[in-house]
């Protein structure tokens, strides 16, 4: 890849593809598509100049982190999706399921084995951030990772961005170039060699691919030695939802986005973060059908490089300006951050202030203590705090504001900051179908004061920014919300 985009590839462990195997290995490991994808597209590059075939292998084990109903059926929707688009297009497509753990340990090194690179997702957090340093040093086969996340290249930052207001500023001087540096709609349409690859007979016994597995899914799942009391949610794995929730947004949320993105009762936000996070979907695709609808007349000459601050930089709709806000800048600064910092989910990564100033409160007395399971179970004194929790432990999701909400409570009813930070990790990644993402940590620390600024000092939360129910009661429309949510209700699925 030349151009911007040499700064989306990682060469792990310095050596360079050549025709020394049988064919070159793409492992989908969390940009779980087949398009837009630049990992993909780097992995048909070096099939087409070894002129070897592609094998693409997708995998998923069974004690991964916060392992539980809900994620598998989730990631098993899109994994049999994927199987019948590879089937359909003739794509050289393997995937494995894991049924006990530790089963499909070596399975990677197999494939490698035979393989004259190893192409697979650059991600900066959760197992795939230690599966890509882990695997790297044990492979003589060139292990190369590619940044198919966003639209401000990984590489392109060079330390840690402290607050949105900085990371904005690259991004803007950076949008026009790395945004017509665009991923491929379909990468797999310039392979050249389309031999088929044929796995051999006891490689296939050892780890027998997952075809049947999908067609059984429920008893499968049953079967697995994963959390069952997180349940499977109404969302479906697959980038048919995705799209159709991209389209849904377009027609019924962008135009009132501005305004109403945090009211629960309006659902003007895109509700795309699940696909995001599993890869089904992909930023630019999103950014562009946003573009697309940009007043009649709009082009990119219109955007001007706008000092880091918000709005006033695409120039059009102010609702798109909004939008883009979030899924561009907001998204990608956790990205960028956790990228250049290893320790992104380590309460010593707070800036100072908030440290110092958290520090200084933490023996004021709380009027209110939970422990973390009364707050699984929504069994807090607060009516929109439990409603909140209700919908994110039956449904796997929560709305922004309210998450905001729901994250400064916790600060404010633990015995001191680095449990409620634990207990958010915990309860934020066992039910949120878009958890265990960069953005969860985003998310999470900006509670504990990472990219925001110093505040006014309070009780418990010292300069961090404190936020109440009953304001959010007074600025959201919350009467549906609490209606369906209320009263810790068990909701039907
Ligand atoms: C305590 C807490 C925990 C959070 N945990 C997660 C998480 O686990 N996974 C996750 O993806 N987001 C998380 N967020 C960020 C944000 O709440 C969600 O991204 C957003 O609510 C997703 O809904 P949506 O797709 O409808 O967003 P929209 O408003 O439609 O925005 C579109 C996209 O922009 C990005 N985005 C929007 N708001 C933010 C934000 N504040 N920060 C970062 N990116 C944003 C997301 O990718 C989102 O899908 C958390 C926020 C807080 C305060």
Redesign the pocket.
């Known amino acids: 890849m030349k151009n911007i985009n040499s700064k989306r590839v990682f060469k792990r462990n310095g050596t360079e593809p050549d025709s020394d195997g049988d064919y070159v290995l793409y492992w989908m490991q969390i940009n779980r598509r087949f398009q837009y994808n630049y990992a993909l597209e780097y992995a048909v590059g070096w099939a087409n100049k070894l002129d070897k075939p592609l094998l693409i292998y997708e995998g998923l084990s069974c004690d991964y982190p916060w392992a539980s109903d809900r994620f598998h059926h989730f990631l098993m929707e899109g994994m049999k999706e994927n199987l019948s688009y590879a089937e359909e297009e003739n794509v050289n497509y393997y995937s494995y399921l894991e049924d006990k753990p530790g089963a499909g340990d070596g399975l990677l090194y197999e494939l490698a084995e035979n393989a004259c690179a190893v192409i697979s997702d650059e991600f900066p957090v959760y197992i795939i951030r230690e599966h890509n340093e882990k695997v790297a040093p044990k492979l003589e086969t060139p292990y190369i990772t590619v940044d198919s996340n966003g639209i401000i290249p990984l590489g392109l930052t060079e330390k840690a961005p402290y607050n949105a207001y900085f990371f904005r500023k690259i991004m803007q001087r950076n949008f026009v170039e790395c945004f017509t540096n665009s991923p491929k709609k379909d990468p797999l349409a310039d392979l050249e060699n389309l031999s088929k690859v044929k796995l051999g007979d006891e490689f296939l016994s050892k780890y027998p691919p997952a075809d049947k597995k999908l067609e059984n899914q429920e008893s499968f799942i049953g079967s697995l030695p994963i959390n069952h009391d997180v349940s499977k949610i109404a969302l479906e794995g697959t980038r048919q939802s995705a799209l159709g929730k991209l389209g849904q947004?377009i027609q019924y949320g962008l135009s009132k986005y501005d305004e109403n993105?945090n009211d629960p009762d309006e659902n003007a936000?895109?509700?795309?973060?699940p696909w995001?996070?599993f890869g089904k979907i992909s930023e630019y695709e999103i950014v562009d059908a946003v573009l697309d609808h940009q007043p009649k007349g709009w082009d990119l000459d219109n955007i001007t490089f706008n000092k880091g601050s918000t709005g006033g930089f695409f120039n059009g709709d102010p609702n798109v300006d909004s939008?883009l806000d979030?899924?561009i800048t907001?998204?990608e600064v956790?990205f960028h951050f956790a990228h250049h910092e290893p320790d992104y989910d380590q309460y010593e990564t707070l800036p100072d202030w908030a440290l110092e100033s958290l520090e200084e409160h933490k023996d004021d007395p709380r009027e209110y203590i939970y422990e973390l399971e009364e707050f699984a179970q929504s069994k807090t004194h607060d009516e929109i705090w439990n409603a909140a929790q209700t919908q994110l432990r039956e449904e796997g999701v929560m709305?922004?504001y309210l998450?905001?909400l729901?994250?400064k409570k916790v600060l404010e009813w633990t015995p001191n900051p680095e449990t409620a930070l634990a207990y958010?990790i915990e309860l934020?990644n066992r039910y949120?179908i878009?958890?265990r993402?960069p953005?969860?940590y985003?998310?999470?620390f900006?509670?504990f004061g990472r990219f925001d600024r110093a505040w006014q000092e309070r009780p418990i939360y010292g300069k961090v920014r404190y936020m109440t129910s009953d304001s959010t009661r007074r600025k959201l429309k919350l009467k549906e919300y609490l209606d369906k949510y209320g009263n810790q209700k068990t909701l039907d699925m």
Do not use: C, P, T
């Not at 936000?269 to 973060?273: E, I, K, P």
């Open positions: 947004f993105r936000a895109s509700g795309l973060s995001l996070h939008f979030e899924v907001w998204r956790g709305q922004n998450r905001m729901w994250g958010l934020n949120a878009d958890g993402d953005n969860s985003s998310g999470i900006w509670i």
